[in-house]
């Protein structure tokens, strides 16, 4: 397991050991509390190890979930040309991380500002924050 995305989470560490510091003097029946959502927040934002297959051709799916939806869009900044979109749905109670699923180098990265709905239904428009690579 690696613990780069538990690094990237760690203000949340540093709330959850405040308020558990000051529930200690306070509320010492909150400590409980704090504690299992600390123990969530580890387990959440867990990166474990994953198999990929020996093949430099294989495409492995971006993240560990539920594929909601296959479509072709028209990708206007970089290829210029029709592609199809793998859209995966992910669970707020599963792990979170994205990997790579081709095995290539970045030549393009872009931040989107958006929103963040659920993408779970077909009328959710495509407006979620994204970054294009």
Request: proline share 6%; net charge positive.
């Amino acid at each position: 397991m690696r613990f780069q995305t538990l690094s990237e989470a760690r203000w949340i560490f540093v709330v959850l050991g405040l308020l558990a510091i000051a529930s200690a003097f306070f509320f010492p029946w909150l400590l409980v509390l704090i504690v299992l959502l600390t123990v969530y927040v580890f387990w959440f934002f867990r990166d474990p190890a994953r198999v990929s297959p020996d093949d430099p051709n294989a495409v492995v799916a971006a993240a560990d979930g539920t594929v909601a939806d296959i479509v072709e869009i028209d990708e206007p900044e970089v290829v210029h040309t029709r592609q199809k979109r793998v859209g995966i749905s992910l669970s707020v109670f599963h792990v979170h991380t994205n990997r790579a699923p081709v095995d290539r180098k970045i030549i393009y990265k872009k931040a989107h500002a958006g929103l963040c709905l659920d993408a779970r239904h077909a009328d959710t428009p495509i407006a979620p924050r994204k970054t294009a690579r």
